[in-house]
């Protein structure tokens, strides 16, 4: 089945500055590659997502870049609020199977005022 | 508003005790799922259904049971819950039949005692 890491574990950034998270993929089937991010006592919130036929997709602050030769791909958050603070998990699901998403570990992001 | 609610959020029970979370959605999904979140380990797949009457075994499905009578009601059945069940567990729904955009519900902390 699909295994998906994610590095790195906690990242702690100045605020204005950027940050980076990086995941991997094992299964070369998988297509669809969302992010989600999740506040204290709170469900997971979708806040970008990529397929497999696009290589990079932005949403003002964010953006998703996917390399799908190497099989990862990562998030990217400029000019970091406090208010970015929170777990971010990504995820990975292709459509064969049960079409589940396999997420990562998750990353505790911390954006220091 | 389209959501999908959990209840109860908060539980403590004890070993054997038979429970049953609720979850239901209200945007009309084919798709609705359990995960389990616990930490280090992002969220894992329990259980998943593509429709009504269709339901199959996500990746840690041992120990739990679901039913889907209903398209907007997905109830995650705890037999005889152990200690290792305490977890955070989180209900989601898709618009679609595959693993899509996912919709998540505002999780329901369990502690088996």
């Known amino acids: 089945g699909e295994n998906v890491e994610q590095h790195p574990s906690t990242l702690s950034v100045q605020e204005g500055d950027s940050a980076v998270i990086k995941c991997t993929y094992s299964d070369s089937a998988s297509n669809y590659f969302p992010w989600y991010k999740q506040e204290l006592g709170k469900g997971p919130q979708l806040i970008i997502d990529?397929?497999?036929?696009?290589g990079e997709k932005k949403d003002q602050r964010i953006a998703v870049t996917l390399n799908k030769t190497a099989k990862h791909f990562s998030l990217h958050i400029t000019e970091t609020q406090p208010e970015d603070s929170a777990v971010y998990f990504c995820a990975a699901s292709g459509n064969t199977g049960r079409r589940a998403l396999t997420f990562g570990s998750g990353t505790r992001l911390q954006v220091q005022p | 508003e389209a959501q999908v609610t959990q209840n109860p959020r908060y539980l403590i029970t004890v070993t054997g005790k038979k429970l049953t979370v609720t979850c239901s959605q209200n945007?009309?999904?084919?798709?609705m799922s359990w995960y389990r979140q616990d930490p280090g380990l992002g969220l894992r797949q329990i259980y998943y259904?593509?429709?009504?009457?269709?339901?199959d075994k996500g990746d840690v499905p041992e120990g739990y049971k679901v039913s889907r009578k209903e398209k907007r009601n997905f109830p995650l059945i705890l037999e005889s819950p152990s200690p290792n069940q305490t977890s955070l567990y989180f209900c989601?729904?898709?618009?679609?039949?595959?693993?899509?955009?996912?919709?998540f519900g505002p999780g329901t902390r369990l502690t088996v005692l």
């Open positions: 990529i397929r497999s036929n696009v």
């Open positions: 945007m009309n999904h084919e798709y």
């Open positions: 259904s593509m429709n009504v009457e269709v339901t």
């Open positions: 989601a729904s898709s618009p679609t039949q595959v693993a899509d955009t996912q919709y």
